[in-house]
């Protein structure tokens, strides 16, 4: 199934559209991130696409006084909420110690291995190209690093997959490409971070919840709703759709996965 892709641009404006309302929540996947960081006092760690700043302030209290925490991110509208949050907190909050700065994932403006982890959540699937994404955080890991990937995971499944992400695609409208997490594993291979060690999640949703989260249009959640009731009888998308009264109940597989610098 070919469709357009969006560039680096349209995701920059669909962000921008939605920061003011945009959550960035906490949830058990972003715990597991912290968990799989194992950060140490004194560590410097960088999260990419940084948003509001959900995974950079949950690191900060693992860095301790004199670490760091780096946030970056594309979309200035993003980062502003991040820094709105971070003057909000007290004055010796783990917060404060956050940096926030413009970033382009795919050139990012560090010196090699200037990092201990670097973390990236549920973003991945926004690189307009993933490898030299991931090659980027490997090249500013130090040997022995951990990268720290949370995503949402396609069926392995190849006319699942496309499905799913075909639905994506529909309802947000900055979906590049979500992958299998053995496809996630070989890139990650690929770019010297093998992962060690990987956690799974269940997530359930109702189809009108998916939608609000990304300001889906009338228009295409109605297709979202077409397409899901078609696959009621034989899961086509790997969401497993199930009428739920009016609306319709969705289950998508989230991962997250750390992989280690070679070196």
């Not at 496309?162 to 695609?169: D, G, K, S, T, V």
């Not at 060690?196 to 269940?202: D, E, I, L």
């Not at 597989?253 to 070679?262: N, P």
Request: with cysteine.
């Amino acid at each position: 199934m070919s469709e357009p892709r969006p560039s680096s641009q349209d995701v920059q404006q669909h962000f921008t559209a939605r920061a003011a309302t945009y959550q960035g929540a906490g949830d058990e996947t972003l715990a597991a991130m912290v968990e799989f960081a194992a950060l140490a006092p004194e560590m410097v760690a960088l999260d990419v696409a940084t948003g509001t700043g959900a995974v950079a302030f949950e690191l900060a209290p693992g860095v301790g006084q004199q670490g760091r925490v780096v946030g970056v991110d594309l979309t200035m509208a993003m980062l502003q909420r991040a820094a709105e949050r971070r003057r909000a907190s007290a004055a010796h909050a783990p917060e404060r110690r956050v940096q926030l700065a413009s970033a382009d994932t795919t050139r990012l403006p560090f010196r090699d291995a200037s990092f201990a982890v670097v973390a990236c959540r549920f973003s991945v699937h926004h690189f307009t190209d993933a490898v030299p994404g991931l090659a980027e955080m490997a090249r500013v890991l130090r040997p022995g690093g951990r990268l720290v990937i949370g995503e949402f995971c396609l069926p392995e499944d190849p006319d699942q997959a496309a499905r799913f992400n075909h639905l994506e695609r529909l309802r947000n409208p900055s979906h590049v490409e979500a992958f299998s997490e053995s496809r996630l594993r070989a890139l990650m291979a690929d770019v010297g971070c093998p992962v060690r060690a990987v956690r799974h999640f269940t997530r359930q949703m109702t189809a009108s919840s998916w939608a609000s989260t990304a300001n889906t249009s009338p228009e295409d959640e109605a297709e979202i709703r077409r397409l899901l009731r078609a696959s009621l009888d034989d899961d086509q998308t790997g969401l497993a759709p199930v009428r739920d009264g009016d609306d319709i109940r969705l289950t998508r597989q989230d991962i997250i996965l750390w992989g280690q610098r070679a070196g």
